[in-house]
T-cell receptor
Framework: AQSVTQPDIHITVSEGASLELRCNYS??????LFWYVQSPGQGLQLLLK??????LVQGIKGFEAEFKRSQSSFNLRKPSVHWSDAAEYFC?????????????FGTGTQLKVEL | NAGVTQTPKFQVLKTGQSMTLQCAQD?????MYWYRQDPGMGLRLIYY???????DKGEVPNGYNVSRLNKREFSLRLESAAPSQTSVYFC?????????????FGPGTRLTVL
């Protein structure tokens, strides 16, 4: 079965600083990977996704992620963080098993942005 | 175009009470999902419906039932609520039950069982 690990529960960065959120996955075949963001009191919004091809994926709000098969990682990055990026971020992998788009989520990383 | 809507937003129940969480989408999506979110555990799939007329268990189905009422609506029922079901519940939908299709999430229902 697939699994996702987000080793950092909380991260604090200063506004304008760069950001990297870590995600490691475990999956027997080619993984299909996602990053979602959850603002306080809101549902989840898709930031970006990786299915195949170019290992550097661009998303919304200036985020990007790099797929590294050798490290089983799909880390999320942003060159310069804005205060509005404070939220919880979830990495997810989909299990392509006999029908159904079954996402398996990591436990999330809470991002705090200091002004 | 409201996307995915959920009612109610908040609910407090006593142990043993029953209730139904409602979810509707107006995007003409085929597949719908129910998740629960607990601190430190991310989101876990309770049930899903790949298409109208079908439902299937997810990772944590015990204590829940679902009904795919029509293409738009997918409800989650707690027959006898327990404190362990205190959680935030999210409904989601996707165009089809395929890995390429993004899931769109509702705003959630915060449920407390006393």
């Amino acid at each position: 079965a697939q699994s996702v690990t987000q080793p950092d529960i909380h991260i604090t960065v200063s506004e304008g600083a760069s950001l990297e959120l870590r995600c490691n996955y475990s999956y027997g075949a080619t993984p299909y990977l996602f990053w979602y963001v959850q603002s306080p009191g809101q549902g989840l919004q898709l930031l970006l996704k990786y299915f195949s091809g170019d290992t550097l994926v661009q998303g919304i709000k200036g985020f990007e992620a790099e797929f590294k098969r050798s490290q089983s990682s799909f880390n999320l990055r942003k060159p310069s963080v804005h205060w509005s990026d404070a939220a919880e971020y979830f990495c997810a992998v989909v299990g392509v098993t006999g029908g159904g788009n079954k996402l398996t989520f990591g436990t999330g990383t809470q991002l705090k942005v200091e002004l | 175009n409201a996307g995915v809507t959920q009612t109610p937003k908040f609910q407090v129940l006593k142990t043993g009470q029953s209730m139904t969480l409602q979810c509707a989408q107006d995007m003409n999506h085929n597949s719908m999902y129910w998740y629960r979110q607990d601190p430190g555990m991310g989101l876990r799939l309770i049930y899903y419906s790949a298409s109208e007329g079908t439902t299937d268990k997810g990772e944590v189905p015990n204590g829940y039932n679902v009904s795919r009422l029509n293409k738009r609506e997918f409800s989650l029922r707690l027959e006898s609520a327990a404190p362990s079901q205190t959680s935030v519940y999210f409904c989601a939908s996707s165009l089809k039950g395929e890995y390429r299709n993004e899931q769109f999430f509702g705003p959630g229902t915060r449920l407390t069982v006393l």
